[in-house]
């Protein structure tokens, strides 16, 4: 996971990852967005943060005001952003850490998908009384 050419890969990154990373280049702000696209702050804060997930109509819209591709904004893959290189972003003291936090982050995203299954299987279960 420390491949740099990996950074908003679907391994590595989350679509509200690659929204807020879109966005940041872009040089806009939240607020910005969110009146571009008219929704609320409260809707691309809840996007980024993989809550929810826009309408096709939003998500095109948006893809076209941050230079994306939709398939780069749904899995990481297509026409995107390149990584940004964190040898030159940050001292070199916290590349170690950014490549743990990125870690931790797949870490969780199989854990939550793992929990998901689970959750489903139970939900199923007690549908059927067992």
């Not at 109509?57 to 941050?66: D, E, H």
């Not at 743990?100 to 939900?123: D, F, N, P, Y």
Request: aromatic share 4%; glycine share 8%.
């Amino acid at each position: 996971m420390s491949d740099e050419t990996d950074w908003f890969g679907p391994e590595a990154a989350t679509f509200g990852d690659r929204v807020a990373g879109a966005r940041e280049a872009a040089g806009m702000t939240q607020t910005q967005l969110a009146r571009r696209l008219g929704v609320k702050k409260s809707t691309v804060v809840a996007w980024e943060n993989d809550l929810s997930e826009p309408r096709a109509n939003k998500l095109s819209m948006m893809a076209g005001m941050l230079n994306v591709s939709i398939m780069w904004l749904l899995t990481g893959e297509g026409e995107g952003m390149d990584a940004p290189d964190v040898a030159e972003a940050a001292d070199m003291e916290l590349a170690p850490l950014v490549a743990e936090l990125r870690a931790i982050r797949g870490e969780m995203r199989a854990s939550s998908e793992r929990l998901a299954r689970v959750e489903k299987t139970l939900r199923l279960k007690l549908e059927k009384g067992e």
